[in-house]
């Protein structure tokens, strides 16, 4: 069994805001990689830890976001990261399926696949979808400071993603210990 770390795509992998609001890239000449978070993932990846981006991407249901060019930004960020997977839910509230965040389906998809200890796994993101998820597959939430972090449970708010992973490195630390 092994532990990962969930990462929210939006604004952490790739650039998604325009003019102060959350604006996720619909086609594939307006992706932008977040080239700052490489030194961070390469320490998860260093860790140990197993590495998945999860992303919401209602543009696909409303035909705004082709599959291809949703396949080509991920295979960017493949390239340039050290990811293990990507999972997508590609469906809108109407749709009331089992994974749009902050429900937790793409997180069961994933344990499910790599044999993951959720328990023992983390969630980074900027927005409170994730941590709401984060609860309810037991796994501790980090969120990054950010206009979106919402009213619910979380475990920690931190500055930026290297702050995440140097709180992630030091629970660990911890937890081996006890
Ligand atoms: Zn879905």
Redesign the pocket.
């Known amino acids: 069994m092994k532990r990962a770390v969930f990462i929210e795509r939006d604004s952490l992998l790739n650039l998604a805001t325009k003019g102060g609001q959350q604006k996720s890239p619909t086609a594939l000449e307006e992706f932008r990689l977040n080239n700052s978070a490489l030194h961070a993932l390469q320490r998860l990846k260093t860790s140990g830890f197993i590495l998945i981006a999860t992303t919401n991407q209602p543009e696909i249901s409303r035909g705004n976001l082709s599959r291809r060019d949703l396949d080509q930004m991920h295979q960017i960020l493949r390239a340039a990261f050290p990811l293990d997977d990507i999972l997508v839910?590609?469906?809108e509230d109407d749709?009331h399926?089992?994974?749009?965040k902050p429900r937790a389906?793409l997180f069961h998809e994933a344990a499910f696949k790599w044999h993951l200890l959720l328990g023992q796994s983390y969630v980074i993101s900027h927005r409170w979808q994730d941590a709401e998820a984060a609860r309810t597959i037991g796994s501790l939430s980090l969120l990054i400071d950010s206009p979106w972090l919402g009213r619910g449970h979380h475990d920690f708010v931190v500055r930026d993603l290297d702050a995440a992973v140097d709180k992630i490195v030091d629970h660990c630390s911890h937890r081996q210990v006890a």
């Open positions: 839910c590609p469906h749709d399926c089992p994974c749009r389906g």
